[in-house]
């Protein structure tokens, strides 16, 4: 009887949390779907017994009166955040490769302190980071442009790609690099052959970060762009006015969250495979 | 310290085959047993059983008269040594000790006195004040064994494989100070492991494990001179067991129809198949010209080890090996060959049916 | 010309791993590298391997220095202690890899990766993941990968150091047949173990805290030890060492007096190590030296006795398993004539 409750238990922990965790995204979707009438008339689920569902949200979003038009940030949100995801990753494995297995000196710097380089440009708040960005994207003609935030946003993401692949590359053996070296490859042959497939969870878990970091920033999006190179968060923020629209924010809620849950599945598929596991004991 | 009992213990993860079968056993108080097998032989699941992370699907454990079957490992009060070092880097070597006496609330005064105690068996007094993450590993799981010793009123000391990190070289050193300290301690211990050297020299009495089943339990000496079946002759001792075909005869055993040992005084009733003869090379030799009941045999090749030579030779179909001081010279091609009748181990279907003819 | 070793010197942090060591290696002979944790020779072979260049000297192959080749041109096969594969890969693939870098065709190599995995014993696992293995098979992987290559120098480094016991015996048995079939190859095999050096190697290269003590055929390093550290290390347990003298035409150990047997008939009075192998020990119940049991030990087949004795302590080693309590008295038997003499700097006078 023992066991019993204990499944009991567990499934409704297990129950009460999904309940949680699905609960906010309900909401956003019925809300998207209503209009003043039906947000101001308390908690109603069901569309057309409890409210007359209504497509004023979603229009707005794709040039509706009082709206914006979402698909150009969204885009550009796609194309910044996808090649500086992308760099930060390539750019970020290499080094982390260099400082696991190669010992440098930079002056009187070593390798823990390229280390700490690194991660100390996201130790210090954003705001200390902003206003050289904006000088330097300004002398270099680059403010309001997409190749500007990419730049930034590279900045931005290399240390997060840097700290995750060194912990993964510092616990595959040096003696696998050597072996591929002794097999015949060069050094870079042992890492691309051999190093980098035994790297594919880090790689993984890397670039998941970068474009969840990458894609929700607000703040250097915000301050480095005005009209033309507008990314997804600053153009919602658009919509706001006297009278908050619920309807249009939940809708770009949605709109907003969709590729990361997209990306998530198909990671949590590809990590359930058994993929990580065993691959480096 | 106590005595521990299992009852008809087995255990099976989910409907799988038993990854123990279920036998009964007693351990008694004070005495110290190696749990030795090839990896995969259930000596871990066992352990475990013991300690209570396990529960088994069958059967019942007592720790002297309680039974602690249902009681978890917290409950238990065994001292647990695992593999790897399991220690706390940021404390000194004292806390590290100390650790398990103070969540017992123990008088400072004792607790000292304890640490002070234990520190000095296992040579670690000088680095007391040391924090952990400065030691080596080896000196790590020192400390981890020292935990495990600290306390003097646990029922039991279980070992998982505690010398897996040590270095092979100063194994010998740390077997040696286990061996002192646990005949010190008068602890019941259980010791897992897969070298037959750690549990022959650490343990009283050896548990040997093959697929799920306790397949012998004795002192290394009975291990050695009595394996109780065939597959114990080749595990234990090193080169292992030379095992023969052989058949009764007029001439009593007979290996390749030369009696071996005439006259000798057999178990009645022996099947007429099925019959093997096994011989230490140990105690097998290069016969004397006055010997007689001897094997004729071809020397398929000597291997020089050092101080001895292990020569081996075929006899008939069947090859076997002798070891040979360095002192006798080793035979040319062919040579006859003498079994010690006393030290004979007489098998049916792999099992001992008498030692000695 | 084989392999030539002159004048490797290493050294890190101030510890010196290579020093001065002179060597040569012949093809198709298999030389093992013999010495304690920390002696040099994981060095050594990584220097041979071209993972580690040395602060000075030189490695000639044929007589052409290869000292500046790097690893993945060097054509060196190597199996480490630890069992080193590619987790990514099959063990079929992980056989194949340094075949299909060196140039050769996919089928081929598949062909040669199959028959080295039959020769040793893994026909049945090509598909597997070398994490699907137990110890022993991995490292089986690692060796098929090693042969496979043919490489023209073939470097173990311990490899059997991390397996259990049965197992251990049972692969250098293995190791003696695919051995004996690199004819053309230099092998050097590192141990800490005088069994499997002896057992294995057509030369012996006996190293100590960076240095090379001796080299010789196994017969000769194990009955001319040159030294006392090559006596200690080239037998298990280490041969024991009594500090001594000649007196008198006798033998003094302590307080005790032995006849001069033949062999050190003409050794002048003066000081002297006198070096005894632990088998050449016996307990016998007649003799008078004597001495406390402080620690039995069990290997395999033998039983090793530490003994305290009033001229230090002994290590006597006895056929079969006996179980004598410690603290017992045990009388020490042996005879004069098993006697070796070293000089008080250890350097090797007369072998029995």
């Known amino acids: 009887?023992?066991?019993?409750?204990?499944?009991?238990?567990?499934?409704?922990?297990?129950?009460?949390?999904?309940?949680?965790?699905?609960?906010?995204?309900?909401?956003?979707?019925?809300?998207?779907?209503?209009?003043?009438?039906?947000?101001?008339?308390?908690?109603?689920?069901?569309?057309?017994?409890?409210?007359?569902?209504?497509?004023?949200?979603?229009?707005?979003?794709?040039?509706?009166?009082?709206?914006?038009?979402?698909?150009?940030?969204?885009?550009?949100?796609?194309?910044?955040?996808?090649?500086?995801?992308?760099?930060?990753?390539?750019?970020?494995?290499?080094?982390?490769?260099?400082?696991?297995?190669?010992?440098?000196?930079?002056?009187?710097?070593?390798?823990?302190?390229?280390?700490?380089?690194?991660?100390?440009?996201?130790?210090?708040?954003?705001?200390?980071?902003?206003?050289?960005?904006?000088?330097?994207?300004?002398?270099?003609?680059?403010?309001?442009?997409?190749?500007?935030?990419?730049?930034?946003?590279?900045?931005?993401?290399?240390?997060?790609?840097?700290?995750?692949?060194?912990?993964?590359?510092?616990?595959?053996?040096?003696?696998?690099?050597?072996?591929?070296?002794?097999?015949?490859?060069?050094?870079?042959?042992a890492f691309f052959r051999v190093i980098l497939p035994n790297s594919l969870p880090g790689i993984i878990v890397a670039g998941l970060f970068c474009i969840i970091f990458g894609w929700n920033d607000f703040f250097f999006a915000f301050t480095l762009t005005f009209t033309d190179a507008q990314l997804l968060p600053v153009a919602v923020v658009a919509l706001n006015s006297s009278v908050t629209p619920w309807w249009s924010l939940s809708a770009s809620a949605l709109i907003s969250v969709a590729p990361l849950v997209l990306i998530a599945f198909l990671v949590e598929r590809f990590l359930s495979r058994g993929n990580l596991a065993g691959a480096i004991r | 310290m106590a005595r521990i009992t299992l009852e008809r213990v087995g255990h099976r993860y989910g409907h799988a085959p038993y990854a123990l079968e279920p036998f009964d056993m007693v351990l008694e108080d004070g005495r110290s047993y190696a749990l030795l097998g090839p990896s995969g032989c259930g000596k871990t699941t066992m352990l475990n059983i013991i300690s209570g992370v396990v529960r088994p699907s069958e059967g019942r454990i007592l720790l002297d008269d309680r039974d602690v079957t249902v009681v978890p490992i917290s409950g238990r009060n065994v001292a647990q040594v695992f593999q790897f070092p399991v220690i706390y880097q940021s404390k000194s070597v004292y806390e590290n000790l100390a650790f398990p006496l103070r969540c017992r609330r123990w008088p400072i005064a004792r607790i000292?006195?304890?640490?002070?105690?234990?520190?000095?068996?296992?040579?670690?007094?000088?680095?007391?004040?040391?924090?952990?993450?400065?030691?080596?590993?080896?000196?790590?799981?020192?400390?981890?064994?020292?935990?495990?010793?600290?306390?003097?009123?646990?029922?039991?000391?279980?070992?998982?494989?505690?010398?897996?990190?040590?270095?092979?070289?100063?194994?010998?050193?740390?077997?040696?100070?286990?061996?002192?300290?646990?005949?010190?301690?008068?602890?019941?211990?259980?010791?897992?492991?897969?070298?037959?050297?750690?549990?022959?020299?650490?343990?009283?009495?050896?548990?040997?494990?093959?697929?799920?089943?306790?397949?012998?339990?004795?002192?290394?000496?009975?291990?050695?001179?009595?394996?109780?079946?065939?597959?114990?002759?080749?595990?234990?001792?090193?080169?292992?067991?030379?095992?023969?075909?052989?058949?009764?005869?007029?001439?009593?055993?007979?290996?390749?129809?030369?009696?071996?040992?005439?006259?000798?005084?057999?178990?009645?009733?022996?099947?007429?198949?099925?019959?093997?003869?096994?011989?230490?090379?140990?105690?097998?030799?290069?016969?004397?010209?006055?010997?007689?009941?001897?094997?004729?045999?071809?020397?398929?090749?000597?291997?020089?080890?050092?101080?001895?030579?292990?020569?081996?030779?075929?006899?008939?179909?069947?090859?076997?090996?002798?070891?040979?001081?360095?002192?006798?010279a080793p035979p040319s091609a062919q040579a006859r060959i003498r079994l010690r009748r006393d030290k004979l181990c007489l098998f049916v279907d792999d099992h001992l049916i008498a030692a000695g003819i | 010309m084989p392999l030539h070793l002159e004048n490797l010197s290493l050294a890190r942090n101030g510890v010196r791993y290579l020093d001065r060591v002179d060597a040569t290696f012949r093809r198709g002979r298999l030389t093992t590298v013999i010495g304690r944790t920390l002696a040099g020779k994981t060095t050594l072979l990584r220097t041979l391997a071209g993972l580690q260049a040395p602060d000075s000297g030189d490695l000639k192959l044929d007589g052409v220095s290869i000292a500046s080749v790097p690893v993945w041109k060097r054509d060196v096969a190597m199996v480490y202690q630890q069992f080193i594969n590619y987790p990514h890969l099959s063990v079929l693939e992980n056989v194949a890899f340094p075949l299909l870098r060196r140039g050769l065709k996919a089928p081929e190599a598949q062909l040669r990766a199959e028959a080295t995995l039959a020769k040793v014993g893994l026909s049945g696992f090509a598909a597997r993941r070398p994490s699907q293995l137990s110890g022993g098979q991995q490292q089986r992987v690692a060796l098929a990968r090693a042969l496979a290559r043919e490489a023209p120098i073939l470097l173990l480094d311990e490899p059997l150091v991390n397996l259990d016991y049965k197992l251990r015996e049972q692969l250098r048995e293995e190791f003696r047949g695919l051995f004996a079939e690199e004819t053309k190859a230099i092998v050097v095999y590192t141990t800490t173990e005088p069994a499997e050096a002896m057992m294995l190697g057509d030369e012996i290269v006996v190293m100590h805290e960076g240095r090379i003590l001796q080299v010789g055929t196994p017969v000769d390093v194990f009955e001319r030890p040159a030294s006392t550290a090559v006596a200690e290390i080239v037998n298990d347990p280490p041969m024991n060492i009594l500090p001594g003298a000649v007196v008198d035409g006798r033998i003094a150990l302590g307080s005790y007096r032995l006849a001069l047997p033949a062999h050190l008939s003409r050794l002048a009075a003066a000081d002297y190590r006198f070096g005894l192998r632990a088998t050449d020990l016996h307990v016998d119940p007649a003799s008078e030296i004597a001495g406390s049991l402080v620690f039995a030990e069990i290997s395999g087949s033998e039983t090793f006795l530490h003994v305290e004795t009033a001229f230090g302590p002994l290590a006597l080693q006895i056929e079969g398993i006996h179980d004598i309590a410690l603290g017992t008295q045990v009388p020490i038997g042996f005879s004069t004539e098993r006697l070796f003499a070293f000089a008080a700097d250890g350097a090797l006078v007369v072998a029995p």
């Open chain 1, 1 to 189: 009887m023992m066991p019993k409750l204990y499944g009991l238990l567990k499934y409704s922990v297990i129950l009460l949390w999904s309940a949680f965790v699905v609960a906010p995204f309900l909401w956003a979707l019925t809300t998207s779907f209503k209009t003043a009438n039906g947000v101001t008339g308390g908690p109603t689920y069901i569309p057309w017994l409890q409210y007359e569902p209504s497509l004023t949200g979603w229009r707005s979003l794709f040039g509706g009166a009082g709206g914006i038009d979402i698909v150009k940030p969204y885009l550009n949100s796609i194309v910044v955040t996808g090649s500086a995801s992308a760099i930060s990753l390539v750019l970020g494995t290499l080094a982390a490769y260099g400082l696991s297995r190669f010992d440098y000196r930079v002056g009187p710097a070593k390798n823990a302190d390229v280390l700490f380089f690194f991660i100390s440009q996201r130790i210090m708040p954003p705001i200390v980071l902003a206003i050289p960005f904006f000088l330097m994207l300004q002398f270099l003609g680059l403010l309001d442009s997409l190749l500007g935030l990419i730049l930034v946003y590279i900045a931005l993401l290399l240390p997060i790609a840097v700290w995750v692949m060194i912990d993964f590359f510092n616990n595959i053996p040096r003696q696998i690099d050597e072996m591929a070296m002794l097999d015949g490859c060069t050094p870079f042959g």
């Open chain 2, 112 to 328: 000292k006195a304890r640490v002070a105690e234990i520190a000095d068996l296992l040579d670690l007094s000088g680095r007391l004040g040391k924090p952990a993450w400065q030691l080596t590993v080896d000196e790590k799981q020192l400390i981890s064994l020292g935990r495990g010793l600290v306390r003097d009123d646990v029922a039991a000391l279980l070992m998982d494989e505690p010398l897996t990190v040590i270095d092979p070289q100063m194994k010998f050193q740390l077997r040696r100070k286990l061996k002192a300290v646990s005949q010190k301690a008068r602890h019941t211990v259980i010791y897992v492991t897969h070298d037959q050297n750690e549990a022959m020299t650490f343990a009283d009495e050896i548990l040997v494990m093959s697929a799920g089943k306790v397949v012998q339990r004795g002192t290394p000496q009975e291990l050695f001179e009595r394996p109780r079946t065939t597959y114990v002759g080749y595990f234990i001792g090193s080169p292992s067991m030379n095992v023969f075909d052989a058949e009764i005869g007029a001439g009593g055993v007979m290996i390749g129809g030369t009696p071996i040992a005439p006259g000798g005084a057999l178990p009645s009733g022996l099947p007429t198949s099925g019959l093997r003869v096994g011989i230490r090379p140990e105690y097998a030799s290069l016969a004397q010209p006055e010997d007689s009941d001897t094997l004729a045999a071809t020397v398929v090749g000597v291997q020089d080890h050092g101080s001895v030579r292990i020569v081996e030779v075929a006899i008939g179909t069947a090859r076997a090996r002798l070891k040979l001081g360095r002192d006798i």
